[in-house]
């Protein structure tokens, strides 16, 4: 289905000239395995070697092309470390051409005594005395046209020098050919952009370093492009979602009003106005696809409780699905008290369920006589049938894959797209959310319930960890619970519980029976054992890997400390904080770090201590981290761009937003000669999956 004009693009990197089996699979690691990939790859800076000076007018270190006479060969004695010189001149001084470990016979042949040469290289002025050491081009003058007057430089590649990077993406380009313009031409014209080949060339062929900033016309239509596909293939899913019928869920209300009236608060504005934003979607006659962003602590369950009582009061069926089974079982308990009394049949399916017990509920699900359903991913397995699901609540959303999501909309009716509202913590920035979530409408919580204690956050070196030791105690013996976090390092789960397990021990020796242990290679029975005896109070510290990142409840739980805090990211850590602040109690989060490698560490760390605004912290970890980290790019589903810079170009995100819905309500199925030209664009950033649902044009 690709087109045929991108053929040699989606070509393998083999068939490229000086591209063997051994590079090829050393492109592979680290580009790509596709001629296209190459030409993705760009350079980082250039080497300009138009300079060339007189000897005598060089004074500092300097880049330059010269034609210089060779002299006297200075070959080190045999067993030596000391380099092979070479002497040169011009008319008006010398310069010495140093070679380390070198070869001399080869070298003699190279620069023949008496003979001029073409030398290109780094000129370094030592002590009054201009050196070379390793030219990059030693050539017969009449061979001067080899030499490139401005040469890009690509990142490294661990097995591929520059210089043959470089001649591979040559060969690159040449197999490439223009595509027709899928952008506005007014939008060109008014922006100063190059066309695609042009701008393709123009950075793979700079003749400045200017030309490869972020911002010159070329990057600028790049990015552009690739936002483009990127809105382009959102917008098409969601018209796509938009053509199934969805069902009209009028909101009757003599539930909604009952838990509002027995609710201990009133709901924040923010929650007030989410709700409204939701009904609206839910009484719709199509498909709800909406994202219910806030902040760890806004109240979200509130707001997804309301809106599943939307779908009971139709008589239909409300799902929750959460990533795990303790927040399952949390979700299951709040909802059950928080309906208590209003008849409203709630049950829970995980992955524990077995047997008899099992086959009932499905029954019960099946006949329609529960009316909300909490789980895990059971809820999608295949004997699971419903008697009429009309809704569900998918919690922590970028755990969950795209087949989860298709398992899912196959369990209601046929024909009739399920509602389905997706509720996250993460507070990604806007600029992501678009791109994540652009086939989504979007609800923010935008505001916190009052009278939260904003959590008093500190750092402290490991060095301190005595005195952190210390501290805790006297906490526990004043009735505080205490979570202590130790880092999931990716590389290895296995060391990572290995650290747990020592911190256990020595909070054991210390504390005794008062501190339990909680990781992600526990059985989920142990690990539900473990919180709930947390919960109860029955131990007092908690130590745990990163698995009570999301969700868990324990107000009184008022201090944490976070270990080796360093090796989070910024968005990490406010989940993390989150869960203390909960209750009554003033809380304290000991921030406790290693070695602060790099700048960024201690800027990080700084800006927990300074806000509690998950926003504003995930804009600061975009900022310092840049996106691809923010939410680990590839379990969550996080687009990865493959020219565009999210945190240097996001602000061209909105633009290709509107233009993308434009272009697709002017032309639905991209038949138009623009239409067909926005098809290549999408073949060739790879985001095509939407174009199967086009009629073929
Ligand atoms: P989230 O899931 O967004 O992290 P929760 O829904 O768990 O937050 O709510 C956190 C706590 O705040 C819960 O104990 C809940 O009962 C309480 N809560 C929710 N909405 C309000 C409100 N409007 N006023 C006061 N407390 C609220
Ligand atoms: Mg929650």
Redesign the pocket.
Known sequence: MRPEILYPFFADTISLPGVGGRIAGLLEKIIGRKVVDLIWHMPVDVIDRRSSPKLSEITYDQIVTLDLTIGKHDSPPRGTNRPYRVWCHDATGNLQLIFFHAKGDYIKTQLPEGEVRTISGKVEVYNNQLQMSHPDYMLLPSKRDEIPEIEPIYPLTAGISGKVMAKIIRGALEKIVALPEWQDKTLIKREGWPDWYNAINKIHHPKLSQDLQINSPARLRLAYDEFLANQLALEIMRRQNQKKKGRCLVAKGHLKQALLEKLP????DA?KQCIEEIDHDLAAPFAMMRLLQ?????????VALLAMLNAVENGVQAAIIAPTEILARQHYA?IVEMLDGLGVSVAILTGRDKGKARAMLLDQLHTGEIDIIVGTHALFQKDVIYHDLAFVVIDEQHRFGVEQRMALSQKGPKNIAMDVLT?T?TPIPRTLTLTVYGDMDVSR?YEK???RKPVDTRTIPLNRLGEVVQAIGRAINAGTRVFWICPLVEESEILDLAAAEERFHHLEKIFGSRVGLVHGKLKPKEKDAVMARFISGEIDILVATTVVEV?V?V?EASVMVIEHAERFGLSQLHQLR?RIG?GADKSTCLMVYGALTGQNAKARLKIMRETDDGFLIAEEDLRLRGAGELLGTRQSGMPDFKVASLEEQGHLIAMARDDARLILEKDPNLSSERGRALRILLYLFERDEGVKYLISG
């Open positions: 608060y009133s709901l924040t929650q806030g902040d760890v602590g806004s109240g979200k369950t509130v709040n509720m913590a919580l319930p009052p009278g969700g409840d107000p989150g909960r």
